[in-house]
């Protein structure tokens, strides 16, 4: 998948306490998704963008928007992830 196709599927992190623990504690990150995007999709654009390995994608619309959680293979570190796009 390219770059531009990916950045329009992602369209930003998520970070809030609960996502913070999601982070810590499950190996996931959370992003604001475009409406459209499929979790194969979404799995494609993050794995594109971060050159990571994506084990699953868990999706729910809400008012504001459509939210993924992502949860990352083992040996990838969703914290590390985190601070290189310098959220924590």
Request: aromatic share 6%; proline share 2%; charged share 30%.
């Given at each position: 998948m390219d770059r531009d196709r990916a950045l329009r599927i992602v369209k930003m992190p998520i970070v809030t306490e609960k996502t913070y623990l999601m982070m810590e504690k499950e190996n996931k990150l959370a992003f604001l998704v475009d409406r459209g995007a499929t979790k194969g999709d979404i799995k494609s654009a993050v794995e594109a963008l971060f050159g990571v390995k994506v084990v699953k994608v868990?999706?729910?619309?809400?008012?504001?928007?459509?939210?993924?959680y992502v949860k990352l293979s083992p040996e990838y570190r969703a914290t590390d992830i985190a601070s290189k796009l310098g959220l924590i």
């Amino acid at each position: 998948m390219d770059r531009d196709r990916a950045l329009r599927i992602v369209k930003m992190p998520i970070v809030t306490e609960k996502t913070y623990l999601m982070m810590e504690k499950e190996n996931k990150l959370a992003f604001l998704v475009d409406r459209g995007a499929t979790k194969g999709d979404i799995k494609s654009a993050v794995e594109a963008l971060f050159g990571v390995k994506v084990v699953k994608v868990n999706v729910m619309n809400t008012a504001e928007g459509k939210k993924a959680y992502v949860k990352l293979s083992p040996e990838y570190r969703a914290t590390d992830i985190a601070s290189k796009l310098g959220l924590i």
